[in-house]
């Protein structure tokens, strides 16, 4: 992927704010094997973000933006894409401005996942070896699976338009 292909795969951003984009330090060093999607957080405007994965033959891609103020940093909080858990700042609300006249008209879409956008990385940490994981690998799979269906999901609801 490049990042031409990046900015032009933004479906709910301003040509101002696709012009904007900053793309991640280490884009070139990527492990594209390992990513589900790309997700990061932008380096000049931390209350940005970014989300683009593959569908079919292109890319699709939306800019978040992380809510203000502070979640509860006493409890647990778990992100809605990888499921992952986390303490402390590990967890944002991001909302997405709906994709064409819904997003102009300030409609949004908003869910909860982990700061830093890197669920591909929380959903490969090592599987605890007991008795009812017996396949680690299979275990990844279903978490792989069920983070790009999750993904596909918000990405969709961005794109959907209001009846």
């Known amino acids: 992927m490049t990042g031409m292909q990046i900015r032009h795969s933004i479906v709910n951003g301003s040509a101002a704010e696709v012009a904007n984009i900053v793309l991640p330090s ?54 809605q894409l990888c499921r992952a858990t986390h303490t402390e700042h590990g967890v944002s609300l991001f909302s997405a401005k709906r994709a064409g006249e819904a997003g102009l008209a300030g409609n949004t879409v908003g869910t909860y996942i982990c700061a830093n956008l890197g669920c591909s990385a929380n959903i490969r940490v090592e599987v605890p070896h007991a008795s009812y994981y017996s396949d680690p690998e299979s275990v990844l799979a279903q978490k792989v699976e069920g983070l790009e269906s999750r993904v596909s999901g918000f990405l969709r609801d961005v794109m959907r338009p209001l009846d």
Do not use: K, Q, T
């Open 26 to 79: 280490d884009f070139v060093e990527l492990d594209w094997e390992n990513l589900d999607f790309l997700g990061w957080r932008d380096s000049h405007s931390p209350h940005l973000g970014y989300i683009v994965r593959w569908d079919g033959d292109e890319p699709v891609g939306i800019i978040v933006r992380e809510a203000d103020g502070p979640l509860s940093r006493r409890r647990m909080m778990m992100c």
